[in-house]
Every structure is written in C-alpha cells, then in structure tokens.
C-alpha cells in the first residue's frame, strides 16, 4: 500500500513537473511570437529569392544564412519590449528583401550570374545596365505579401504578448548562444572558403558547390564573397622560373591556314548579344524565329485581305529571300568564298570578358582585368603583338559611353591600342539616356571608317557595337526597321505577346548592324582593302536579356536536347578574297579559339600556355570555362564540376567524359598561372625578353 502511495505521489509529481514545464513552454513561445514569426518570414524570403534564381526552392548549404537569423534572434532577447523586437525584425526582413532584391535584379539583368567579390569594382556600370531591367514579379508578390503579413499580425500581437523574461539567469544564457552562434558563423565562412586557391583551382574539377544561389542563398552567398575577397584572395607571382617554364614551354603547332593572311589589315568586330536567328531561318533550330510565321502569300508581299493559306514550302521560300533583303550585307559575309563560319562555337561570358578573351586569348578568375589591372603590361596581347612585330598600329572604337567597362584606360594602357574612341567622340547622334546602349552602329561605321580602315598604313582595328545589346523595347531610331519588317511582313507588333515583341525590336536592331557591316564592306572595296584585311565578326554572348534566346530556341530547362545551343553564338572569319570555299567547321569551339585563329591565319607562332583556346583550323578542340558564369561547356556537356553534371548530350560517353576531364584540368592550369600573371604583373620589365623569344619561335 506504501508503495503504491509513494508511486502515486512520483506520478503526480512529474505530472505537475510536466504541467508546469509546458506552461512556462507556452508562456515562453507567447512571449516569442514575434521571433518565431521572424525566422519563418526571413526563410520563406530567401528561399523565395533562391527559388526564382536557381529554380529550387531550398538552399543545399544554408548554415551561414542561418547564423544571421540566429543572431537577429538573439539580439532581440537584449531589447526591452515586443515594440523595441517588432522594430529590428521589421528592419531585418526589410534588409533582407533589399538584398535579395539588387542581386535579382543583377541576376537577371546579367543572364544568370551570381555575385562575386570582384563584382563591386563593376557597381557604378552594373547601375547603369540594371537602370531598366524590370523587377522580377514573383519575388515581389511573394515578399511583399509574406512581409506585409508579418507587420500587420505582428502589430497586432506585440501588444497583446506576455511582457519578455527580463531574468539575468536569461541575459546569461541569451549571451552564451549569442557567443556560440558567432563562433559558429566564423567557422561556416572559413571553411567555406578556406579551400579557394587562386594559385590552384584544380579544385574546381570536383567541387560540390552548384555554382547558384541554390548553396548558401543570396545573403550567405554575399557574406561569403565578401569575406574571402577580403581574406582569401591574394594571389602572387611565385617561383619565377618555374612561371617562366610554363609560360615559354609550348608552342602553337602550324596548321593547313597557318600564315594565309600574312601581313593582312585586321579588323575585329564585337557585336553585342548577336545570334544567328538575327538573320537565318532555321526552324529546326529556332522555332520561334522567322520560323513562326503564321500566314505568307506566294507573292512578293503578303496580302492580309487574303484569307487562303499558302503551301508551307512556299512560305518558307518567301520568308528566306525577304531576309536576304533585309539583311543583305549579313548575307554577303556569311555566304563569301572567302569566309570560313565556325558552325559550333559558343560563348558563356560577359561582353567585356569576351572582348578581352578575343585580344589576349585568356582571362583571371576572381576578378575583371579592365578595373583590377587596368595599367598591367600584357606584351601578349593582339594590338601589342601587331604594334612590337610589325609595327601597326591598333585603334579600338565603341559606340557605347567612354568610361563603361574602364574601356578608356584599359584598351590603351595595358592592351595597347594607340587610340580608344567612343561615342562622345563620333558624329552620331547620341542616346539621350546617357546611357549608351541605344546608339546606332551604322552611325558609328559611317562617321569613323576612314579612321577605322586607314588607307596609307597596315591597321589592326577593334570595333565593339552597342545596338543589339538590349534591352529589346521600342525605340524611336529604329523605326524605319520596324517599317520594312511590316513591309515583308515579318514579326509585326503583336499586342499582349511580349516575347514576340521583343524579337520584331532585336531583329531590328540587327537589321542596323547590317548597315553597319555593309559600310565597312563597301569601303574596304572602293579603297582596294577588302583584299589583304582579314575580318573576324563574332558575337560575345547569347540574347539573354528578357530570355530572347530561350524563347527563339525554346530552350527553358537543362532537360530538353541539345541544351548548350541556347549558348551557340555566331563566329565568322572572311580571309581577303581569298578562296575558303565557304567553309563550315563544325568541331566545338568558343570565344577563346578567336584570339589564336587570329594569329594562326596571321602567321604568328604563339605561346599555348597563355591561350586558353586553340586555332579553329587545328585539330585540337577547346573546353570552355566560364569566368562569368563559373561553369564548363563544350556542346555536349555542361557542367559547374563533375560531381555536378548539369547537362549532357545522349552520346556522351565515359571516355567523352575523361577526356574533357583532362582538358579541364589543363585549362585550370592554364587559369591559376595567368592569375598569377596578372595579379604579380609578371611582364611588367620582361617585354623585351616576351617579344625575343617570339620572335625566335616563328615558323619562316
């Protein structure tokens, strides 16, 4: 009987434990509303903001995100009352939203890049592009509904809550998890980046990270950057011997074009965010396109009062010999004996990183050349090459603003052109913006060519246009082209069809850079240069702004076939008149296989170490590594690491995949010496030795 008394007694004893136990539970998330409400609220914004970035919705490495929160939590456990707590919350959510939201206006205004360290130095151009980018919708319904509801029941409760445990046994306790929480967030950031090696980036073959905001979201992501630009960037020349080895060991191998425009005029020309579906019809490939035409006649025009369908084939006739005459000039280059079309290259980077890759054949990672090494000696480079070997000069000219990119101390400090022209410079009529990006490229040619094409002197010119850079909206210049469009009847101005739209505006921007390309071609013939000038016209980057290209290709996910097309941009190279055959190659190739077709066709040996490329007319193919981006690409696979295979093609095989492990491998050998190139100035003093040595290693 004892017993069961003395048992009786511990039941209710525990009983009265656990009642008491669960009214200080209760009281206690009473007295947390707020801050229970808060963790949920900033979650729910950053996994938002990862969702419409990187399309998952979840972060795969979230610990350093999460210390933020923690911390904000904790911090409000000092703070007097709930209006004192619903203030910093308030003010935290807010911050947070502001964050996310510049990067997914960066984000989207950039074609998917993700913030890095070395991104700051780019703050006051990124201004100016995202100026008309518009706010991504989703993000903000979403946020603003989850933060409107967190004010409005916030407000509501905080008057209504059990005041805060104001106990100093709390204070204690709230410190030494504040302690803790600090300590923590220290170490997720350090072995977070503890691992970046600038001077070795093999790593990057294998990492785990996705490459999105998918693995720390965007505020971690910030913080992380921040921290190891700060700490863990700094990079040195090293041995120099060893750098000297490397740079000097391999040499270009001749090939069947080696030497063909030996002492040629050079002329290189950048058009932004050209595609071939500007002028080609290819259904197949650009369903979207010139493809999507919903009526034509079998005459010279279509007749909108005529209700009768006419066979596909003679639609497709119609609709390919209107685009010869709206693009005449386009087709003139593209269908020339004398050019050579490389039919499968791609480019994945930025204007100014293909610009650059174009003149140097390489580019550092961690950090954009034009602003971190503006003065550096880079004695490799195609204007300084052409200025030290044969003694022709280089002039770079751009329709955009002087200062966008740092152009005007970049192209003649360390890249070596005598001269960098902008618009501010040119008798054309200026984008009243300030901006730049809605300039007319023929207006360029036709008030430079005579300084661009020299008629008493060899010249090496570099011209980057501005026109088709986006964003694709309507603009008052460029209505004689959506004229002619309506016209042929091609790609009229559909209301409510936005995407549409948006390809009638670039198509008719291309059709400007096609009077742009048909001036320089005229005056290259009625001056007798069209003969010895070799010309390479290429475009930097996909139509990314507004998602053109996806749409015109009907690429949406890395799931559908053939995905890399979404990033095949145009390459072609007219040689003179000599005859090419109007030759096709289709191996893969990239914007870093421009700067040594160049030199290969110019007859120049160059050094492999410093090409990440090779000469488009060798047997060797390339592998992209995107500086803007931070993936892999080839045509058949596209890749952040191997360990996280975004893409391949259905014939990829293990042994496909070895070998572009190997190449990979090389390439990021390649990449950890010309950061060390860079950021040590390693040339700086060393010309003459540069300059030596090529001369030695040509080929007579």
Not at 462 to 491: A, C, S, W
């Amino acid at each position: 009987m004892k017993d069961k008394t003395k048992q009786n007694a511990a039941v209710a004893r525990a009983k009265k434990k656990a009642a008491e136990y669960g009214a200080k539970t209760l009281l206690y998330v009473k007295q947390n509303y707020l801050t229970f409400g808060y963790i949920a609220a900033a979650l729910l914004i950053e996994l938002t903001g990862v969702a419409v970035t990187s399309g998952k919705f979840y972060m795969t490495a979230p610990w350093l995100y999460f210390t933020f929160v923690a911390i904000v939590a904790l911090i409000s456990l000092y703070l007097p009352g709930h209006k004192s707590r619903y203030a910093l919350f308030v003010t935290a959510l807010a911050l947070n939203f502001c964050i996310d939201i510049l990067f997914i206006v960066i984000f989207e205004s950039t074609g998917g890049t993700v913030f890095d360290f070395a991104m700051i130095k780019l703050r006051a151009d990124a201004m100016m592009i995202v100026a008309g980018i518009p706010i991504n919708f989703t993000y903000m319904f979403v946020t603003s509904v989850i933060i409107a509801l967190y004010c409005v029941l916030g407000h509501m409760f905080k008057t209504r809550m059990p005041k805060p445990n104001r106990e100093k046994l709390t204070r204690v306790v709230t410190s030494s998890l504040l302690a803790g929480v600090f300590t923590a967030n220290i170490l997720a950031v350090y072995f977070t980046n503890y691992k970046y090696n600038a001077d070795d980036l093999h790593y990057k073959i294998y990492q785990q990270e996705t490459g999105t905001y998918s693995n720390q979201g965007i505020v971690g992501n910030l913080y992380s950057e921040l921290v190891r630009g700060l700490f863990f960037s700094g990079i040195e020349v090293g041995d120099v011997n060893e750098m000297n080895q490397f740079v000097y060991s391999k040499l270009a191998m001749p090939t069947a074009r080696t030497g063909i425009a030996k002492d040629f005029n050079v002329v290189t020309v950048l058009c932004e965010s050209f595609e071939w579906f500007t002028f080609l019809y290819d259904a197949e490939r650009y369903p979207n396109g010139f493809a999507r035409v919903e009526k034509q006649t079998d005459g010279d025009k279509p007749d909108p009062t005529d209700e009768s369908e006419p066979p596909l084939d003679e639609q497709i006739a119609y609709v390919k010999a209107a685009l010869r005459e709206l693009y005449p000039n386009l087709y003139r280059f593209y269908e020339s004996d004398s050019t050579v079309i490389l039919n499968n290259s791609h480019s994945l980077e930025k204007t100014d990183i293909s610009e650059n890759k174009a003149i140097l054949g390489n580019y550092p990672l961690h950090e954009y050349i034009n602003y971190s090494y503006p003065e550096n000696s880079v004695p490799y480079s195609l204007p300084n090459i052409m200025k030290n070997m044969f003694g022709v000069e280089s002039h770079s000219f751009h329709d955009g603003t002087n200062t966008f990119y740092n152009r005007n101390v970049h192209h003649v400090n360390a890249l070596g052109f005598e001269s960098y022209t902008s618009s501010e410079s040119m008798d054309i009529t200026l984008d009243e913006s300030g901006l730049g990006q809605n300039n007319l490229d023929s207006e360029m040619l036709q008030s430079c060519k005579a300084e661009m094409f020299p008629t008493d002197r060899r010249f090496n010119t570099f011209i980057t246009t501005i026109t088709m850079h986006g964003p694709y909206v309507e603009r008052k210049n460029l209505q004689p082209y959506y004229d002619k469009l309506d016209e042929y009847g091609l790609l009229p101005y559909t209301e409510g069809d936005d995407e549409l739209n948006a390809l009638r505006y670039y198509c008719a921007a291309g059709m400007d850079f096609d009077k742009a390309i048909g001036i320089m071609l005229d005056y290259l013939d009625e001056n007798g240069l069209a003969d010895n000038t070799l010309i390479t016209l290429y475009g930097d980057h996909n139509a990314y702004y507004g998602g053109l290209s996806n749409y015109v290709k009907n690429i949406y996910s890395t799931n559908v076939p053939d995905y890399t097309e979404l990033y095949r941009a145009p390459v072609m190279i007219k040689v003179g008149n000599e005859s090419m055959g109007n030759a096709f190659i289709e191996k893969f190739t990239c914007v870093s296989d421009i700067y040594p077709t160049i030199l290969d066709l110019l007859g120049v040996t160059a050094f492999t170490n410093l090409t990440y490329g090779t000469s488009a007319f060798s047997r060797d193919s390339s592998v992209l590594y995107s500086r803007a981006y931070g993936k892999f690409l080839t045509d058949k696979i596209y890749f952040n690491s191997l360990n996280n295979i975004i893409y391949k093609s259905a014939d990829v095989t293990d042994a496909y995949i070895k070998e572009i492990e190997t190449k990979s491998l090389a390439l990021l050998d390649k990449i950890s010496h010309v950061n060390r190139i860079f950021a040590g100035d390693f040339f700086k003093g060393r010309e003459t030795e540069f300059y030596d040595r090529l001369r030695h290693a040509q080929i007579d």
